[in-house]
């Protein structure tokens, strides 16, 4: 979800849903309740009037209070976002709905905020520029004390602040270039030196706060970066905020990265959303979608807002929807259907994947292959489900099979395997795949062409069978050819001065953390600690519902040998806290067929896995430099079933 910042606000913005929506309506007046005693005026009139609504003590209250009521509008249609971002006074609302800041706290650090700006002299300039941040910074030089960028909107286009004749020469400068410009009607130069006068007094005010961890992620616009430690927990992150630049483009891009390909900007006006598709475009089917425009019927704009997000498979409370509204069930045709053939008759022939053109890709996870014409690019498809590889069903997470890691791991070494790429230099694991119970899952994994280097990009997309729905990135990552890794041996066994962990209740343990694994994944034999070194002996169980045939490590083999980690590593985590593995970099296969393994796990500074897999007679089977790993949000998976479900 993006929040909307100053600049949006309209007479009567929100009302239409207020005399609509009775939970917009409860969560307006709830707030204004806390927002009233700091205000010349009551935030209702100021809004439903427009009097003195684009005073800045007023519009920031004002704007607060449309964004948290519309989330909370959303909240009861079973919308949720899995990350929040705002732009200037957007990301307080993004803290409040993370929940770092209680909404008395919250109401209080905005009020105080926007009555100091308030009382400000109105001196200074806001001027949009067509440039970028290293165009503009050597302009800047020698200016520092009184002029500054205030905002990165996009790749090209910014905003600077302060000093009026210093910006009016660097747009004059710029303008003279073709570029355009546009100075902003604003009171004050917002994001500058021109605030160092509120400094002081606002630090004081948000000391007396009380922060909290965020329940939702949260990308900070200050930093660019996702929020950790005590980002957006204290009063100095809160004053530099409302001084520094907004870094949005920075913002945009983390979440990119991310894996987000839905955008929802939540404000009473599409500011955020052009921004956003100028500086992600519509690649890997990314949309920006507003929920409500200035000059357009608020209930109709969120309506059409709420049926885009439900075509790119957001799950949706269609029954909460309703409530309060005229609309009715339609009942179908009670009598039954003519039972008269039209299907056409078939040859009788199964075809292969040779009669359509596409050859066999002779893995156990990747069905056909088909190299695109005129270019040095494969694209593997495949199916998964329940049915077809039985032995993922005992990989549950959350209380959901989850599609191991791993197994991405395996299908990106076999696609690079195809082109001579036998190097999986990085693979980023964006989002959960998870399969339902009945059914499939369609798989696209894609290998582009070379760059001068030789590396190439893959991805891994996914989308339920039978849904009209836009396909999941899942994975993305680059392959290459590199000569042989740093040789390795594991041959004395266990190491001298190991010590065995107990592996009585190996299995309880892990499904207190939240795995749940089922017999193909209960391959540990013995596990060591010697420091901060982890060593195991895995192997696939005999009789389990799969072999090594066609693999180049089975993907279940490998998952095992992380878990060992997990095991030996018990206690450290909050219980619940599930962690899946990432970040793979410098994946190496140097050997087929392994049924069993000796495993080497070396944590890094960082936390990251170092990961040796040697045969029994200690030879190298596979290695990666490294694994990182991330805890996964309970959102992230109902939210990739749900997406399963809700489809026709």
């Not at 009775?22 to 427009?50: C, K, N």
Request: contains cysteine.
């Amino acid at each position: 979800f993006l929040f909307t910042g100053q600049g949006a606000q309209h007479t009567g913005m929100g009302m239409d849903l207020y005399h609509t929506y009775p939970a917009y309506a409860h969560a307006f007046d709830t707030i204004a309740t806390h927002l009233d005693p700091h205000l010349d005026q009551p935030l209702h009139h100021t809004i439903t009037t427009g009097h003195h609504l684009h005073q800045t003590g007023n519009t920031q209250p004002a704007l607060f209070a449309t964004e948290v009521a519309l989330y909370r509008l959303l909240e009861t249609w079973g919308i949720t976002p899995d990350y929040l971002t705002g732009h200037s006074i957007g990301e307080l609302t993004a803290a409040h709905i993370s929940g770092i800041l209680t909404l008395q706290d919250a109401c209080t650090l905005v009020t105080a905020r926007a009555r100091l700006m308030q009382n400000l002299p109105t001196t200074g300039t806001m001027i949009a520029l067509q440039a970028t941040e290293e165009e503009i910074l050597p302009h800047l030089t020698g200016h520092e004390h009184h002029l500054t960028i205030a905002a990165i909107n996009s790749p090209t286009s910014l905003v600077i602040s302060g000093n009026q004749t210093a910006a009016n020469h660097i747009a004059a400068k710029l303008t003279e270039q073709g570029r355009k410009t546009k100075t902003l009607t604003v009171s004050h130069a917002f994001h500058s030196p021109h605030m160092d006068g509120m400094l002081h007094d606002f630090h004081h005010t948000a000391a007396q706060l009380t922060y909290h961890q965020p329940t939702i992620p949260i990308v900070s616009t200050l930093t660019g970066n996702l929020a950790t430690h005590n980002d957006l927990r204290t009063p100095t992150y809160w004053t530099d905020q409302l001084r520094n630049t907004v870094r949005y483009t920075q913002a945009l891009h983390t979440l990119h990265t991310a894996g987000v390909t839905t955008y929802t900007e939540i404000g009473p006006d599409a500011t955020l959303t052009p921004l956003t598709t100028n500086t992600i475009g519509d690649t890997d089917g990314t949309a920006a979608i507003a929920t409500l425009r200035a000059g357009r019927p608020e209930t109709h704009t969120l309506l059409t807002a709420i049926s885009r997000l439900h075509n790119r498979g957001i799950p949706i409370n269609w029954n909460h929807l309703f409530t309060n509204t005229h609309a009715t069930h339609t009942p179908l045709p009670t009598y039954a259907f003519q039972h008269e053939r039209f299907w056409a008759e078939t040859s009788g022939v199964v075809a292969d994947a040779s009669d359509l053109g596409l050859a066999s890709a002779g893995h156990p996870m990747l069905g056909a292959a088909v190299t695109v014409a005129g270019a040095d690019q494969v694209l593997f498809t495949s199916r998964l489900s329940l049915r077809t590889h039985p032995w993922l069903a005992d990989h549950v997470v959350l209380d959901q099979t989850l599609v191991p890691a791993t197994a991405l791991v395996e299908m990106a070494i076999r696609a690079g395997d195809e082109l001579g790429s036998t190097v999986l230099d990085d693979l980023s694991v964006l989002g959960p795949l998870v399969l339902p119970r009945k059914g499939g899952v369609h798989v696209q994994v894609s290998v582009g062409a070379p760059d001068a280097s030789g590396r190439r990009e893959l991805s891994v997309y996914s989308r339920p069978e039978n849904a009209d729905v836009p396909w999941t990135l899942n994975a993305r990552g680059h392959l290459s050819f590199r000569g042989p890794d740093a040789p390795f041996t594991l041959a004395q066994w266990p190491p001298a001065g190991a010590e065995e962990v107990p592996l009585d209740d190996a299995y309880d343990k892990l499904a207190v953390q939240g795995y749940v694994y089922g017999p193909v994944y209960r391959g540990l034999e013995h596990v060591w600690r010697l420091g901060d070194d982890v060593y195991a002996d895995v192997r696939l169980p005999t009789g389990s519902r799969t072999d090594v045939g066609g693999f180049g490590l089975h993907p279940a083999l490998l998952e095992t040998a992380l878990a060992a980690s997990c095991l030996a590593g018990y206690g450290s985590s909050p219980e619940g806290t599930v962690w899946i593995s990432t970040d793979w970099k410098d994946v190496r296969l140097h050997a087929t067929g392994a049924d069993r393994l000796r495993v080497r796990l070396a944590p890094d500074a960082d936390g990251a896995l170092n990961v040796q897999l040697a045969d029994r007679a200690g030879r190298p089977v596979a290695s990666v430099s490294s694994v990182d790993c991330r805890a996964i949000a309970v959102g992230e998976v109902s939210n990739a079933l749900a997406r399963n479900r809700d489809s026709l």
